[in-house]
């Protein structure tokens, strides 16, 4: 029994609460009631072991409750059946070989519990009682495996529906033109919310179908864009998003203080950022120029004292693969120039 | 790279379990957000000492799977918060930035290469 302190200590603790995952998570979710076997075998505390080995063995089983009268007085488990082999003593009462100290789980509580249970101390099952103490199930480590893969299977269901849905909205809704807008509006100086519209934008843009590509384009060129509202803009601004099959249209509008130099806020590297935005991440000097490399067509128009109005376009099918293939050349390009200058040098 | 490697690299910590199988190949280093936007590829261990909450957005819009914070900056709730949420691995370096990246480097994580600087 050397390994019994290591299973021990993998019970999960508060302290490993804040790492868990999505199936961490389901075990405090789901109900031991919503996993438990509802139809178990349970036998009476006069059945002969041997009547029991014919019965375990007949219904493929590994354990079962003993009850007398609606109550639970033990559990009978494969090693009490061994050990009672191996005494050559099967014509006694289960009650001599059955383990009398029941540990009971309740219905009503979370399924961590019983897990909690299980990787302390070797159960191989836990009868389930009601708020009244009455035996309503039996739980297995195997109930908890098939019940949290059900609830996974479930949630993924569920999102593959809703991304079905939503790829082929376009395809559903007939118009002229069709199109699908999302508006935001930013607060001025709120860090903390900042990239919440960039994110959900991003998401939407996955839902409906487009490749992670457009959507990392789109995602960042939008967060660039919303954090300039939070740093710059006096009274925050409005970002609207439409979607079309074929294009994704993005306004970023606000009413101030507007741009000096437009051409110069363009430049790499040029910033008018405080050192405490500088501190907070931003002020590179690069947001801009990222936000033109990662769309297709932009504009920026802006007047001191008036406003800026910032407008990206990303188109979605063929340019897609154009600009790639732009890209594609330009770095080979280099990468040729590269290797022939370092060719010269070395004398190779 | 799998996030317990990285942590026995730098002496670190695991703050947010990583989702299963991750495994980093490339590291990015900064502290200003638009440099990591602007060069940083996908699925990169973004490295920085910027703990707030846009260092998880950064990483969410740039796709990129884990952070590592440096200089032994323990990130507020929020930050983690938000990288449970979204799926991305936390990380927490006693070291500086520079020994950080170099502890890493050592160990095997790579850079993305030269940098084309696109006037």
């Known amino acids: 029994m050397e390994s019994l302190p290591a299973r021990a200590e993998r019970a999960i603790t508060d302290k490993d609460a804040r790492n868990?995952?999505?199936?961490?998570?389901?075990?405090?979710?789901?109900?031991?009631?919503?996993?438990?076997?509802?139809?178990?075998?349970?036998?009476?505390?006069?059945?002969?072991?041997?009547?029991?080995?014919?019965?375990?063995?007949?219904?493929?089983?590994?354990?079962?409750?003993?009850?007398?009268?609606?109550?639970?007085?033990?559990?009978?488990?494969?090693?009490?059946?061994?050990?009672?082999?191996?005494?050559?003593?099967?014509?006694?009462?289960?009650?001599?070989?059955?383990?009398?100290?029941?540990?009971?789980?309740?219905?009503?509580?979370?399924?961590?519990?019983?897990?909690?249970?299980?990787?302390?101390?070797?159960?191989?099952?836990?009868?389930?009682?009601?708020?009244?103490?009455?035996?309503?199930?039996?739980?297995?480590k195997g109930d908890i495996t098939r019940g949290v893969l059900k609830a996974l299977e479930s949630d993924y269901q569920t999102e593959e529906v809703r991304r079905y849905r939503a790829s082929h909205l376009f395809e559903d809704i007939i118009s002229d033109r069709s199109s699908l807008m999302l508006r935001y509006v930013i607060e001025p100086g709120n860090f903390?919310?900042?990239?919440?519209?960039?994110?959900?934008?991003?998401?939407?843009?996955?839902?409906?179908?487009?490749?992670?590509?457009?959507?990392?384009?789109?995602?960042?060129?939008?967060?660039?864009?919303?954090?300039?509202?939070?740093?710059?803009?006096?009274?925050?601004?409005?970002?609207?998003?439409?979607?079309?099959?074929?294009l994704?249209?993005?306004?970023?509008?606000?009413?101030?203080?507007?741009?000096?130099?437009?051409?110069?806020?363009?430049?790499?590297?040029?910033?008018?950022?405080?050192?405490?935005?500088?501190?907070?991440?931003?002020?590179?000097?690069?947001?801009?120029?990222?936000?033109?490399?990662?769309?297709d067509e932009m504009s920026l128009e802006s007047a001191l004292g008036i406003g800026t109005s910032l407008s990206m376009k990303i188109y979605l099918q063929p340019q897609e693969s154009l600009e790639q293939w732009h890209y594609y050349f330009v770095s080979l390009g280099r990468w040729e120039k590269t290797r022939r200058a370092t060719a010269r040098t070395s004398g190779n | 790279m799998k996030p317990e490697e990285i942590v026995t690299a730098v002496d670190g910590e695991i703050l947010v379990a990583a989702p299963a199988g991750l495994d980093l190949v490339y590291g990015f280093a900064s502290d200003l957000m638009s440099d990591v936007l602007h060069l940083v590829k996908p699925k990169t261990l973004l490295i920085t000492g910027l703990v707030n909450v846009q260092s998880v957005?950064?990483?969410?819009?740039?796709?990129?799977?884990?952070?590592?914070?440096?200089?032994?900056?323990?990130?507020?709730?929020?930050?983690?918060?938000?990288?449970?949420?979204l799926g991305i691995a936390v990380m927490l370096s006693p070291y500086t930035m520079f020994e950080t990246c170099g502890k890493l480097f050592q160990a095997g994580l790579r850079g993305q290469g030269r940098v084309y600087y696109v006037p």
């Open chain 2, 57 to 85: 957005r950064t990483a969410e819009m740039a796709d990129l799977p884990a952070i590592l914070f440096v200089r032994d900056k323990f990130p507020p709730p929020e930050t983690l918060q938000l990288a449970k949420e």
């Open chain 1, 192 to 246: 903390v919310e900042g990239g919440q519209a960039s994110s959900h934008i991003k998401r939407a843009l996955l839902r409906l179908g487009a490749s992670p590509q457009i959507a990392r384009r789109c995602g960042i060129a939008v967060y660039e864009a919303e954090m300039n509202l939070i740093i710059h803009a006096t009274n925050g601004g409005t970002i609207t998003t439409e979607i079309e099959p074929h």
């Open chain 1, 20 to 140: 868990i995952g999505r199936i961490e998570e389901l075990s405090y979710e789901l109900r031991i009631s919503e996993v438990m076997t509802r139809n178990f075998l349970s036998v009476s505390p006069d059945l002969e072991m041997e009547q029991v080995l014919d019965l375990f063995r007949q219904v493929r089983i590994s354990g079962a409750p003993v009850i007398s009268e609606g109550e639970v007085v033990g559990i009978l488990s494969i090693e009490d059946l061994i050990r009672c082999l191996r005494e050559g003593n099967t014509r006694v009462p289960v009650t001599q070989y059955m383990t009398h100290q029941v540990v009971t789980v309740r219905a009503h509580d979370s399924v961590v519990e019983a897990l909690k249970l299980f990787t302390q101390r070797q159960f191989g099952r836990l009868p389930v009682v009601d708020e009244a103490g009455k035996l309503v199930g039996i739980i297995t």
């Open chain 1, 248 to 295: 994704i249209n993005i306004q970023v509008v606000d009413d101030g203080p507007g741009i000096e130099d437009p051409a110069l806020a363009m430049k790499p590297g040029f910033s008018t950022a405080t050192e405490r935005i500088r501190e907070l991440g931003f002020g590179a000097g690069m947001g801009l120029p990222n936000i033109e490399r990662c769309v």
